[in-house]
């Protein structure tokens, strides 16, 4: 049987809604099923090589042991040399390296082959994995068109606050950019709905994305609980510092749905998800934040 891994970029241009946490921590469930995971981190500040090393054995890697070397011309790394074992059984890592601010170049798709860079990698290591998580840095420049054009789908974390959604038409204009151009097997994965509360505004705000986004919503959404971050302290994913609890219970709830809907969006063709793009008008519309007006 053809070996067909799932690739996932992980993206929001918003910092603090969870990209990172999502990554890291739903390895652990993925590799319970018998799946090997990849995680590539291009973020510069390197949070999640941290999460798992931690600052000072982060900071003591050279850079041409990181992601960073995959965009200089004259070193071409194999990827041995840059695939590292976690403290997790089953999870490995590229890791991230504040050099790559050096390569985060805004218009993107007048960078040539530096658009490829991460593209040709994944190529060349797919087969060894399973499924492969690329968490992106809160940018829409080069780092993370690289990586929508590596992968397969796209994961949306955001909280269910006008400042976790704030640019997501953004996000969405950015993947039919990619789907229009070179990587027309692009897919929405969808949108993640994180660090909630039981806050009537998390209630009302999530009504409203429902609302507004549909089935584009993932059904499980992810607690703001205090064993996350504890869990990363310890330099582990939820799943492997806590046997049980809610927030072990969410990752094994998101990982369950995430293979779903691979499953079920693999067989639909990739769809535009800007409305200008989906009408055929380049009109502003609204954003859940407007309709969020309205609600309140």
């Known amino acids: 049987m053809k070996h067909d891994p799932i690739i996932i970029s992980v993206i929001n241009q918003k910092g603090g809604v ?12 993925l590799v319970d099923r018998d799946l090997r995971v990849l995680l590539v981190d291009m973020d510069p500040q390197a949070n999640l090589t941290q999460g798992f090393f931690g600052s000072q054995q982060t900071a003591n890697l050279a850079w041409q042991q990181t992601v960073a070397s995959l965009f200089v011309d004259d070193l ?7 695939i590292v074992s976690t403290p997790v059984a089953g999870v490995s890592i590229v890791p991230g390296s504040w050099e790559l601010n050096k390569f985060d170049f805004p218009q993107p ?4 082959d530096y658009q490829l ?18 968490d992106c840095r809160p940018t829409l420049n080069l780092l993370s068109w690289n990586a929508l054009l590596a992968s397969e789908f796209v994961l ?26 070179p990587n027309p ?3 929405l994965l969808g949108y993640l709905l994180n660090k909630v509360t039981r806050r009537s505004l998390h209630k009302t705000f999530e009504s409203v994305l429902r609302n507004y986004y549909c089935d584009d919503v993932f059904t499980v959404t992810i607690p703001d ?3 996350y971050p504890e869990a990363v302290s310890h330099r582990l994913p939820v799943g492997r510092y806590k046997k049980r609890g809610k927030a072990v219970e969410s990752m094994n709830m998101l990982c369950e749905e995430l293979l779903t809907r691979v499953k079920r969006i693999r067989e639909q063709p ?4 800007y409305p200008g793009n989906k009408n055929g008008t380049d009109t502003t519309v609204d954003t859940p934040q407007h309709e969020l007006g309205k609600a309140g």
Request: charged share 20%.
């Open 76 to 82: 071409d790394p194999e990827p041995d040399d840059l």
């Open 117 to 134: 860079s991460l593209r040709f990698f994944v190529e060349e290591v797919k087969d060894a994995f399973d499924v492969i998580l690329i």
């Open 109 to 112: 798709t007048l960078q040539g």
């Open 185 to 187: 097997k692009l897919r």
């Open 156 to 181: 949306v974390p955001f909280q269910p606050e006008d400042y976790g959604v704030q640019g997501v038409v953004h996000i969405q204009q950015i993947i039919d950019e990619a789907i229009a151009g």
């Open 18 to 29: 969870g990209k990172t946490s999502t990554c890291q921590h739903l390895s652990a469930p």
């Open 270 to 273: 990739p769809t535009y998800l």
């Open 225 to 227: 609980a205090t064993h």
